[in-house]
């Protein structure tokens, strides 16, 4: 299994002191926790995309780029791709091109995002989401696997002989999971591709979630990808500890009552009995997680949100340091036992070159044998 963490990149005032950090500290901050993540072991750092207040992360290959550059191991994702306002051929390039940077350390997620006003800034309609969400990944997949391209849709103008450059490193694109809260129709996406598919678990009760990653792997199977145990699965998570999970209630409340997102809503109590939020201990939050399994079964990959809601970038790195060196040793050790040998790994560039040069054998023994 894969573990890391995702950032909504969020500018919020800290309720505790009052003070808002400055877009450029916010930025600076995203990329200290990058680094400390790879520092601590992790495996994932994801970034959202948005261009909104009170958000900041409006390009994510120029932040991953800058992260590349300071890492040797840490694997960069987004924690959404906007695929129905960016332009798949953009989104070709701009990924192609991180991805020889990063020397394959790249893979992303595609969504719609949640911030309806962001459709008509880039010249859509938020009615169409659904279909642009699938006429521009159908385009995309064309041109990372084509690399002479002829497209008509509906949405954009057409393509005529079209390259997209560069190619995608060693002929393999990246890694493509895609991103869902709500939509049946995303799931369905995913499985009909033999994509990867992220269920950002973290606002919902349990039950929807199981729904819809039980219709993914469903579906997975039916496209003859493999088994529905071995579809891709990626999980989201939100964590706040302390060694006492008195102190983590207590330090965490002013945030949680405060948050853009469920502040001045349901109780942290209630919160918590009813999504994957886990405030206390270390040892807490490594049972909730290990739960995730009994829900959704053996899975790919487990996110965490950990710097949202105006923490301060000190108190995330001390979060951090107790993930990578009390948690995650633990979930890594305990998700190993009983995991059958036919669940896959969370792919990355060298197995998916792996698997292209298996093929390739396979292939090649099969009309030997015919010849």
């Known amino acids: 299994m894969q573990f890391g963490i995702f950032t909504v990149g969020d500018v919020t005032t800290d309720p505790t002191t009052g003070r808002t950090p400055s877009e450029r500290e916010r930025i600076k901050a995203m990329v200290a926790i990058a680094l400390k993540a790879e520092e601590v072991g992790l495996d994932v750092f994801a970034t959202g995309e948005h261009h909104n207040p009170p958000f900041v992360p409006s390009s994510p290959t120029t932040m991953l780029g800058y992260i590349a550059a300071r890492t040797e191991r840490l694997i960069l994702s987004t924690a959404t791709t906007l695929i129905t306002t960016n332009d798949p051929v953009k989104i070709a390039e701009d990924y192609a091109m991180l991805q020889h940077l990063a020397d394959g350390r790249v893979d992303l997620m595609m969504g719609r995002g949640n911030t309806g006003p962001v459709y ?12 642009l969400a699938v006429e521009n990944y159908a385009l995309l997949h064309r041109l990372w696997r084509q690399d002479v391209v002829d497209w008509e849709g509906r949405f954009r103008t057409p393509l005529q002989s079209f390259t997209s450059t560069p190619r995608p490193l060693d002929g393999v694109p990246p890694f493509v999971w895609h991103g869902s809260i709500r939509s049946p129709e995303i799931a369905e996406q995913a499985a009909y ?8 678990n973290i606002f919902w009760p349990k039950e929807h979630f199981i729904r819809l990653v039980d219709l993914y792997r469903e579906r997975f199977a039916h496209y003859g990808h493999g ?48 999504t994957p939020l886990t405030v206390g201990s270390p040892q807490q939050v490594i049972d909730r997680t290990l739960e995730f399994r009994e829900h959704f079964g053996d899975y790919q990959r487990q996110l965490f ?67």
Do not use: C, K
Not at 120 to 131: C, H, M, V
């Open 227 to 274: 088994t529905p145990e071995q579809a891709i699965v990626g999980l989201g998570g939100q964590v706040f500890m302390r060694r006492n999970s008195q102190d983590a209630v207590r330090e965490f409340r002013p945030y949680f009552d405060n948050a853009p997102v469920y502040g001045h809503g349901p109780s942290l109590e209630r919160f918590t009995a009813e």
């Open 120 to 131: 008509p800034w880039f010249g859509q309609d938020i009615r169409n989401g659904i279909p």
């Open 193 to 200: 591709y033999g994509d990867g598919f992220f269920a950002n």
């Open 305 to 371: 949100l950990m710097d949202h809601a105006g923490l301060p970038l000190r108190t995330v790195l001390e979060q951090l340091d107790i993930l990578g060196e009390e948690v995650v040793p633990v979930l890594r050790r305990e998700f190993a036992i009983g995991r059958p040998a036919r669940v896959p790994d969370a792919p990355t560039h060298a197995s998916l070159l792996a698997r292209r040069a298996a093929g390739a054998a396979a292939e090649q023994a099969s009309a030997g044998s015919s010849a």
